[in-house]
Protein backbone atom coordinates (compact mmCIF):
# COMPACT_ATOMS: atom_id res chain seq x y z
CA UNK A 1 0.00 0.00 0.00
CA UNK A 2 1.52 2.95 -0.91
CA UNK A 3 2.04 5.84 1.64
CA UNK A 4 2.27 8.86 -1.17
CA UNK A 5 -0.20 11.20 -0.07
CA UNK A 6 -2.94 11.27 -3.57
CA UNK A 7 -3.36 14.76 -5.63
CA UNK A 8 -6.62 15.46 -4.12
CA UNK A 9 -5.02 15.53 -0.08
CA UNK A 10 -2.00 17.21 -1.80
CA UNK A 11 -3.81 19.68 -3.27
CA UNK A 12 -5.93 20.35 -0.42
CA UNK A 13 -2.71 21.28 1.96
CA UNK A 14 -1.32 23.77 -0.61
CA UNK A 15 -4.98 25.80 -1.11
CA UNK A 16 -4.06 25.56 3.06
CA UNK A 17 -0.64 26.33 2.85
CA UNK A 18 -1.48 29.55 0.02
CA UNK A 19 -4.27 30.56 1.52
CA UNK A 20 -2.34 31.25 5.12
CA UNK A 21 0.64 32.58 2.76
CA UNK A 22 -1.92 35.18 1.37
CA UNK A 23 -3.56 36.23 4.64
CA UNK A 24 -0.35 36.84 7.02
CA UNK A 25 0.77 39.10 3.53
CA UNK A 26 -2.19 40.99 3.70
CA UNK A 27 -2.26 41.32 7.47
CA UNK A 28 0.66 43.48 7.26
CA UNK A 29 -1.27 46.45 4.52
CA UNK A 30 -3.26 48.13 7.48
CA UNK A 31 -5.42 50.77 6.08
CA UNK A 32 -6.28 53.22 9.08
CA UNK A 33 -10.32 54.14 8.21
CA UNK A 34 -12.74 56.38 10.21
CA UNK A 35 -15.50 55.09 10.98
CA UNK A 36 -16.52 57.85 13.74
CA UNK A 37 -20.20 56.83 13.72
CA UNK A 38 -20.14 53.31 14.08
CA UNK A 39 -16.86 53.74 16.64
CA UNK A 40 -19.33 55.62 18.80
CA UNK A 41 -22.43 53.03 18.69
CA UNK A 42 -19.94 50.51 19.44
CA UNK A 43 -18.29 52.39 22.10
CA UNK A 44 -21.67 53.07 23.33
CA UNK A 45 -23.09 49.23 23.47
CA UNK A 46 -19.79 48.10 25.14
CA UNK A 47 -20.38 50.83 27.87
CA UNK A 48 -24.08 50.24 28.57
CA UNK A 49 -22.85 46.36 29.29
CA UNK A 50 -20.46 47.44 31.53
CA UNK A 51 -22.46 49.54 33.47
CA UNK A 52 -25.18 47.02 33.20
CA UNK A 53 -22.20 44.80 34.50
CA UNK A 54 -21.67 46.94 37.79
CA UNK A 55 -25.34 47.14 38.48
CA UNK A 56 -25.76 43.18 37.95
CA UNK A 57 -23.19 42.95 40.65
CA UNK A 58 -24.78 45.26 43.15
CA UNK A 59 -28.46 43.85 43.09
CA UNK A 60 -28.73 40.64 41.44
CA UNK A 61 -25.50 38.56 42.15
CA UNK A 62 -26.66 37.67 46.08
CA UNK A 63 -30.40 37.18 45.11
CA UNK A 64 -29.65 35.02 41.69
CA UNK A 65 -28.99 32.05 44.38
CA UNK A 66 -31.96 31.37 44.62
CA UNK A 67 -34.03 32.44 41.63
CA UNK A 68 -34.47 29.15 40.12
CA UNK A 69 -33.98 26.92 43.37
CA UNK A 70 -37.74 25.63 43.21
CA UNK A 71 -37.75 25.01 39.27
CA UNK A 72 -39.23 22.12 38.17
CA UNK A 73 -36.77 19.20 36.60
CA UNK A 74 -37.69 19.76 33.34
CA UNK A 75 -37.47 23.32 33.11
CA UNK A 76 -33.92 23.07 34.42
CA UNK A 77 -33.48 19.84 31.70
CA UNK A 78 -34.40 21.96 28.91
CA UNK A 79 -32.05 24.57 29.67
CA UNK A 80 -29.37 22.17 30.30
CA UNK A 81 -29.94 21.40 26.77
CA UNK A 82 -29.75 24.89 25.76
CA UNK A 83 -26.36 25.33 27.52
CA UNK A 84 -24.89 22.97 24.86
CA UNK A 85 -24.98 26.11 21.98
CA UNK A 86 -22.27 27.56 24.66
CA UNK A 87 -19.76 25.04 24.31
CA UNK A 88 -17.04 26.03 21.71
CA UNK A 89 -16.43 22.77 20.32
CA UNK A 90 -19.15 23.14 18.06
CA UNK A 91 -17.83 26.23 16.48
CA UNK A 92 -14.61 25.75 15.89
CA UNK A 93 -14.39 22.67 13.90
CA UNK A 94 -17.40 23.80 12.52
CA UNK A 95 -15.77 27.14 10.91
CA UNK A 96 -12.40 24.94 10.79
CA UNK A 97 -14.27 22.51 8.54
CA UNK A 98 -16.37 24.77 6.62
CA UNK A 99 -12.81 27.03 6.21
CA UNK A 100 -10.84 24.04 4.86
CA UNK A 101 -13.80 22.52 2.01
CA UNK A 102 -13.84 26.36 0.92
CA UNK A 103 -10.66 26.56 -0.08
CA UNK A 104 -10.61 22.75 -1.15
CA UNK A 105 -13.08 24.07 -3.69
CA UNK A 106 -11.72 27.24 -4.64
CA UNK A 107 -8.92 25.61 -5.88
CA UNK A 108 -11.25 23.33 -8.10
CA UNK A 109 -13.40 25.70 -9.77
CA UNK A 110 -12.66 26.66 -13.25
CA UNK A 111 -14.48 30.34 -12.94
CA UNK A 112 -12.56 33.01 -11.27
CA UNK A 113 -15.42 34.65 -10.10
CA UNK A 114 -16.47 31.61 -8.84
CA UNK A 115 -12.85 30.61 -7.18
CA UNK A 116 -12.97 34.06 -5.63
CA UNK A 117 -16.33 33.79 -3.79
CA UNK A 118 -15.44 30.07 -2.36
CA UNK A 119 -12.22 32.35 -0.92
CA UNK A 120 -14.01 34.92 0.81
CA UNK A 121 -16.38 32.23 2.32
CA UNK A 122 -13.23 30.43 3.45
CA UNK A 123 -12.07 34.24 4.96
CA UNK A 124 -15.78 34.36 6.72
CA UNK A 125 -15.61 31.26 8.31
CA UNK A 126 -11.73 31.71 9.30
CA UNK A 127 -13.28 35.33 11.04
CA UNK A 128 -15.76 33.14 13.00
CA UNK A 129 -13.22 30.73 14.27
CA UNK A 130 -10.98 33.56 15.27
CA UNK A 131 -13.41 35.22 17.17
CA UNK A 132 -14.37 32.04 18.93
CA UNK A 133 -10.69 30.92 19.20
CA UNK A 134 -9.51 34.57 20.96
CA UNK A 135 -12.21 35.54 23.28
CA UNK A 136 -12.10 32.14 24.58
CA UNK A 137 -8.39 32.57 25.66
CA UNK A 138 -9.17 36.33 27.46
CA UNK A 139 -12.12 34.24 28.75
CA UNK A 140 -9.83 31.58 29.99
CA UNK A 141 -7.05 34.36 30.95
CA UNK A 142 -9.60 36.19 32.97
CA UNK A 143 -11.11 33.29 34.70
CA UNK A 144 -7.57 32.51 36.31
CA UNK A 145 -7.00 35.65 37.03
CA UNK A 146 -9.72 36.37 39.04
CA UNK A 147 -10.47 33.28 40.39
CA UNK A 148 -13.85 33.91 41.63
CA UNK A 149 -15.72 30.91 43.45
CA UNK A 150 -19.01 29.84 41.86
CA UNK A 151 -22.33 29.79 42.79
CA UNK A 152 -22.16 26.34 44.18
CA UNK A 153 -19.59 27.66 47.21
CA UNK A 154 -21.72 30.59 47.51
CA UNK A 155 -22.77 29.22 51.16
CA UNK A 156 -18.97 29.27 52.23
CA UNK A 157 -17.60 32.27 51.06
CA UNK A 158 -20.64 34.17 49.35
CA UNK A 159 -20.73 35.54 45.86
CA UNK A 160 -17.67 38.20 46.06
CA UNK A 161 -15.03 35.49 46.85
CA UNK A 162 -12.20 36.01 44.43
CA UNK A 163 -8.98 34.04 44.99
CA UNK A 164 -6.37 35.16 42.33
CA UNK A 165 -4.78 32.98 39.47
CA UNK A 166 -6.31 30.24 41.02
CA UNK A 167 -6.15 27.35 38.19
CA UNK A 168 -9.50 25.67 40.76
CA UNK A 169 -12.55 25.31 37.98
CA UNK A 170 -14.93 25.83 41.35
CA UNK A 171 -13.25 29.43 41.16
CA UNK A 172 -13.55 30.17 37.50
CA UNK A 173 -16.54 31.75 37.36
CA UNK A 174 -16.02 35.35 36.02
CA UNK A 175 -16.46 35.41 32.86
CA UNK A 176 -18.83 32.56 31.95
CA UNK A 177 -16.95 31.11 28.99
CA UNK A 178 -20.52 29.57 27.51
CA UNK A 179 -21.79 33.32 27.40
CA UNK A 180 -18.79 34.21 25.64
CA UNK A 181 -18.78 31.53 23.11
CA UNK A 182 -22.04 32.06 22.45
CA UNK A 183 -22.29 35.59 21.69
CA UNK A 184 -18.72 35.54 19.74
CA UNK A 185 -20.40 33.00 17.52
CA UNK A 186 -24.14 34.52 17.45
CA UNK A 187 -22.58 38.11 16.50
CA UNK A 188 -19.88 37.22 13.87
CA UNK A 189 -22.34 34.70 12.41
CA UNK A 190 -25.17 37.87 12.00
CA UNK A 191 -22.69 39.48 10.15
CA UNK A 192 -23.30 37.61 7.53
CA UNK A 193 -27.02 36.52 8.23
CA UNK A 194 -28.40 40.06 9.22
CA UNK A 195 -31.65 38.61 8.90
CA UNK A 196 -30.70 36.12 11.70
CA UNK A 197 -29.43 38.82 13.95
CA UNK A 198 -32.27 39.21 16.84
CA UNK A 199 -32.61 35.62 16.50
CA UNK A 200 -29.07 34.21 17.24
CA UNK A 201 -28.86 37.15 20.01
CA UNK A 202 -31.65 35.81 21.69
CA UNK A 203 -30.55 32.36 21.90
CA UNK A 204 -27.34 33.19 23.10
CA UNK A 205 -28.90 35.27 25.77
CA UNK A 206 -30.95 31.86 26.85
CA UNK A 207 -27.38 30.39 26.90
CA UNK A 208 -26.65 32.87 29.66
CA UNK A 209 -29.79 32.71 31.10
CA UNK A 210 -29.20 28.24 31.05
CA UNK A 211 -25.70 29.52 32.85
CA UNK A 212 -27.66 31.10 35.88
CA UNK A 213 -30.55 28.84 36.02
CA UNK A 214 -28.09 26.06 36.67
CA UNK A 215 -25.99 27.60 39.19
CA UNK A 216 -23.04 27.91 37.41
CA UNK A 217 -22.70 31.50 37.06
CA UNK A 218 -23.82 34.90 38.54
CA UNK A 219 -25.70 37.76 36.70
CA UNK A 220 -22.42 39.40 36.30
CA UNK A 221 -20.48 36.50 34.96
CA UNK A 222 -23.09 36.32 31.99
CA UNK A 223 -23.02 39.76 31.40
CA UNK A 224 -18.96 40.09 32.00
CA UNK A 225 -19.50 36.97 29.09
CA UNK A 226 -21.43 39.01 26.92
CA UNK A 227 -19.19 41.83 26.92
CA UNK A 228 -16.25 39.97 25.97
CA UNK A 229 -18.15 38.09 23.39
CA UNK A 230 -19.35 40.66 21.38
CA UNK A 231 -16.45 43.13 22.29
CA UNK A 232 -14.20 40.78 20.67
CA UNK A 233 -15.94 40.14 17.36
CA UNK A 234 -16.28 44.05 17.01
CA UNK A 235 -12.69 44.57 17.53
CA UNK A 236 -11.44 41.73 14.39
CA UNK A 237 -14.03 42.99 12.54
CA UNK A 238 -12.04 46.31 12.68
CA UNK A 239 -8.74 44.57 12.23
CA UNK A 240 -10.00 42.50 9.37
CA UNK A 241 -11.57 45.29 7.82
CA UNK A 242 -8.90 47.66 8.40
CA UNK A 243 -6.57 45.49 6.30
CA UNK A 244 -9.52 44.93 3.91
CA UNK A 245 -9.93 41.15 4.61
CA UNK A 246 -13.47 39.89 4.94
CA UNK A 247 -14.57 42.96 5.54
CA UNK A 248 -14.35 46.50 3.60
CA UNK A 249 -15.48 50.08 5.25
CA UNK A 250 -18.01 51.22 3.20
CA UNK A 251 -20.77 54.32 3.48
CA UNK A 252 -19.35 55.25 7.31
CA UNK A 253 -18.99 51.34 8.45
CA UNK A 254 -17.08 48.10 8.18
CA UNK A 255 -19.26 45.35 6.31
CA UNK A 256 -19.45 42.03 4.92
CA UNK A 257 -17.26 41.96 1.12
CA UNK A 258 -20.17 40.47 -1.03
CA UNK A 259 -19.84 36.99 -2.84
CA UNK A 260 -22.10 35.19 -5.20
CA UNK A 261 -25.07 33.45 -3.03
CA UNK A 262 -23.27 30.18 -1.85
CA UNK A 263 -26.05 27.70 -3.08
CA UNK A 264 -25.34 28.95 -6.47
CA UNK A 265 -21.58 28.32 -5.83
CA UNK A 266 -22.29 24.76 -5.14
CA UNK A 267 -24.76 23.44 -7.40
CA UNK A 268 -24.30 25.38 -11.12
CA UNK A 269 -20.74 26.01 -11.37
CA UNK A 270 -18.64 23.14 -12.66
CA UNK A 271 -15.48 21.33 -11.26
CA UNK A 272 -12.33 21.00 -13.08
CA UNK A 273 -11.24 17.30 -13.32
Given at each position: M??????????????L???????????????????????H?????L??L????????????????????????????????I??????????I???????????????????????????????????????????????????????A????????????????S?????A??P??H?V????????????????????????????????L?G??Y????????????????L???????????????NG??Q??????????I????L??
Open positions: SSHPNPTELSLWQGRDAALTFVQRWGKITVQRDGKMRVEAGLLLVILLFVAGWLWDEESVSWFADASATFKWIFSLTLLGLSDYGLGSALFCAVAIGLSNKVTNSVAAASLSLYAGRAFFIFTCIALSGIFSQLLKHLFGRRPKLFEMVGAFHFDAFFSARLSFSGTTAFALALSLSLFLPRWHWPLLVVAALVGLSRILQHPTDVLAGALLGLGSVLLRRSFGNRKIVFAFKAYPRRAKPLWRLKNIPSR
